[in-house]
């Protein structure tokens, strides 16, 4: 079965700074790959997602990149600020029928003032 | 929020009860998915349904079980609670196939 791994699994940088979080998965076949933010206490929240016909997503200030031939995609927050701390996770599944998502173990972002 | 709700948000119970959660959807969404989430596992697939009656395993199912008897509502089930099912549980829906996933607001449950 699919295996997703993440990281890091911490990270702190100075506002304004980027970030970024890396991902790598198994499977090649799958083809659907979206990044959810975790606040404290809250729900998943989904932020971007990548399909694999597709090699770059970008919205705002929040990309992803995706490299097949590698099975790695990559989440980057360009100028961050305070509110985008968070618990940030990756998944990957196939995005036809049921959506069975395999989650990274998650990266904790901290934005310093 | 995509209209999803879970009962009860909390719950505190002892090893060897059975338990039912609730996941309780509006908007009439084919796909749901209950996950479990544990620090530094991530969020797991325990089970998922793809329509009435129609229900599935995911990676972490054994212990549980579940059912969907309407659209609106998937329940999971832990027949004899133990304390390895501690853990935040969230349901999830996809409108359709290809569509965005999303998550209800979760469900604390501690087993002592």
């Known amino acids: 079965g699919e295996n997703v791994e993440q990281h890091p699994s911490t990270l702190s940088v100075q506002e304004g700074d980027s970030a970024v979080i890396k991902c790598t998965y198994s499977d090649s076949a799958s083809n659907y790959f979206p990044w959810y933010k975790q606040e404290l206490g809250k729900r998943p929240q989904l932020i971007i997602d990548?399909?694999?016909?597709?090699g770059e997503k970008k919205d705002q200030r929040i990309a992803v990149t995706l490299n097949k031939t590698a099975k790695h995609f990559s989440l980057h927050i360009t100028e961050t600020q305070p509110e985008d701390s968070a618990v940030y996770f990756c998944a990957a599944s196939l995005i036809q029928g049921a959506q069975k998502l395999v989650f990274g173990q998650g990266t904790r972002l901290t934005i310093n003032p | 929020d995509a209209g999803i709700t879970q009962s009860p948000r909390h719950k505190v119970t002892e090893t060897g009860t059975p338990v039912t959660l609730r996941c309780h959807q509006t908007?009439?969404?084919?796909?749901m998915y209950w996950y479990r989430q544990d620090p530094g596992h991530g969020l797991r697939l325990i089970h998922y349904s793809y329509g009435v009656k129609d229900t599935d395993k995911g990676e972490v199912s054994d212990g549980y079980s579940v059912s969907r008897s309407k659209t609106e509502d998937f329940l999971l089930t832990l027949e004899s609670a133990t304390s390895s099912q501690t853990s935040v549980y969230f349901c999830?829906?996809?409108?359709?196939?290809?569509?965005?996933?999303?998550f209800g607001p979760g469900t604390r449950l501690t087993v002592l």
């Open positions: 990548i399909r694999s016909n597709v």
């Open positions: 999830a829906i996809t409108a359709s196939s290809g569509g965005e996933q999303f």
């Open positions: 908007e009439n969404h084919r796909y």
